[in-house]
């Protein structure tokens, strides 16, 4: 296009000069935005030379009540020590805690279907396994197997699986999951083992069969069956015993499920279709019989919780705690897979025991004046059932009242640039808005769990604190749906979760892990010098905990 002398000149000026008056005020934008960002002291190197201790071979996976778990939380105490936390277990930084271990012994059990009287024996490796973290009986059980949809009773929801149904003397199969009507937190909590055994023993069920939905399985049934007879552990003490009554229970491959189904007028094809979307599932009674017998090989097994306090000094709030947990533990020695037999927990969880390590030895290397303390709690067991958590909610070792928060960390994966994190528990309770602001303060936004499917707010210890009524939140890296982040995590979860190749070989962010803990510190630091503590938002279900 052609211009006109000296009017279209000087518009052309002008319109040079707007430009670079709006390229100017958007970096100036820019560089006030990072100025007003909070300063930064954490640059992941620390963080991950912890983990490299931690995660190093020596240590065999730091299996509960191992020598290799004895030398992490030897490793962690000295860290405190050195940052100047004062002990806060019942035998100086450690709390012990008793376990009884117990393990299938498979060449004296069996599980068979019995069909028209023809009895059609079931393998462990290929079609299903006893879940042993429950006191089987040790029995020949024969009962008839009923499909139950998702198996749940939800009062507040007015759902109820059972309704309607003769569950007396039966094994009761159910798909992993719930429906979409059904929020995401009290979804994952009536899945949990106990809550869901209450209604199911109420209605005089003996036992249950879990098939895992396959549109939200970690971790493929090949690598699942590979360690079926690594062994459970439970907390010593009829307190901690929350399936008295199951005779049976057992997880059935999805691959195989069709055999349960056989000549019920349905498929397990349909129930799968519909389970992945959340829709309601038919309940109807299978055409065939259970028999199953388990030979249990049991033990006593002794570890400990760490735990530590950072003292406050204001004189009326310095008596509150604001929590941050992490578990240490891992499974140790496994099946072999591509020849290596060592599960190292790299990110599962030296992640979050490094970090909680960094975030104590922060505040000896920069101040800060702290209304409410801090306790640091290293929590053993989460592997075999989030034991070690279950144990310290139970039986603090501070006043049960005195904790006000507990901010959790698991397997937070730095392994793509943190621009989203996901907060378990942020609808539940103003913990989560606080959530919010701090990483927003660092330019990072929030997202409540984008997978409801996999039950994350119930499988880390957060939920431990959460049914002793603290408000309690999980943070993890993020990603939005359908993006190749997503396919990042996907893949990790399938080749590296509960595998060998949680390792020390796998690549990290670093710059992530850092961010991430600059968050976590500015969370801590919001709720220990808040006026008033965090509290359950009005309509959480959780808050009920709160005034039990």
Known sequence: MLLRPNHDLEALAVTRRSLAAGVIAAIALSITALAQQPAKIFDGNAWWAHIKFLADDKLEGRETGSAGLRTAESYVVDHLTKAGLQPAGTNGFYQPVKFVSRQIVEDQSSVALVRDGKTEPLSFSEDTFFNTRVDLAQEEITAPLLFAGYGLKIPEKNHDDLAGLDLKGKVVVYLAGSPEEIPTALSSHYQTAGERWKPLKQAGAIGVIAIPNPASMDIPWSRISLNRNHASMELVGPEFNETPGLKLALTFNPAQAEKLFASSGHTFAEVAALGKDRKLLPHFPLAVSLNAHATLKTGEVEAANVVAKLPASDPKLKEEYVALSAHVDHIGIGEPVNGDRIYNGALDNGS?????????????????????????????????????????????????????????????????????????????????????????????????????????FIRSDQYSFVRHGIPAVKLDTGFDPGTPEQKIFKEWLTTRYHAPSDDLSQPVNLDTAALYEEIIRHLLMSVANADASPQWKADSFFRRYATQ
Do not use: W
């Open 352 to 456: 979050g025991t490094a970090a909680l390590i960094e975030l104590a030895s922060s505040f000896k290397a920069h101040p800060e004046k702290l209304r409410r303390s801090l306790l640091f709690v290293f929590v053993c067991a989460e592997e075999k059932g989030l034991l070690g958590s279950k144990y310290f909610a139970t039986h603090p070792t501070v006043p049960a009242k005195s904790i006000v928060a507990d901010v959790n960390i698991d397997m937070f994966l730095p392994i793509v640039p943190l621009k989203v994190l996901k907060v378990q528990g942020l609808a539940e309770s103003d913990l989560g808005d606080r959530a919010r602001e701090a990483a927003q303060a660092y330019g990072v936004r929030v997202q409540p769990d984008p997978e409801p499917l996999r039950n994350s």
